[in-house]
C-alpha cells in the first residue's frame, strides 16, 4: 500500500525527538496504517540494516506495515547523506528527515532511491 501522509501527532513527536536529541541524531522507524503514518518505532543503533529491518517486520502488528524512517539531522541539512541513502534502500517508501531548527516545517520525506517525495499531513 502507498504510504501517502502522516499524522501531525507523529510528525510533531519526530520534531520533538529531533529537538530533544540535539546534538546527537534520532533514528526510529515508523509503521503506516491505511497507507497513513501513525506509529513511531524505536530501534536499536543509529542505523537501519536489513537485519533490523526484519526484526521489525517480525514485531509490527497484524494490519501495520514498515512506512520507513525518520531521523534528525542536528545541522539542519534536510537532504540525505550518502549513508542515509544506503539506509532508504534497506526498507520501506517513505523517509523523513528533520532537522534544526525543528519548526513545523523543518522536515522532508524521501523515496528509497532518495528523490524528494510528498507525504500529506492530517489529522
Ligand atoms: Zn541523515
Redesign the pocket.
Known sequence: MLVRAIDREVLDLLLEMGRSSAPN?FIVMTGAEKGVITTVYPIAGTTVTSASATIFMDMIPLGMQIAGTA?S?PNGALW??D??LQTFAETGQCHI?VGDPYEPDSWRCFDREGRERTLEVIG
Do not use: K, Q, V
Open positions: 541524531e531521523h539531522h540525505p547523506s549513508a542515509d528527515i
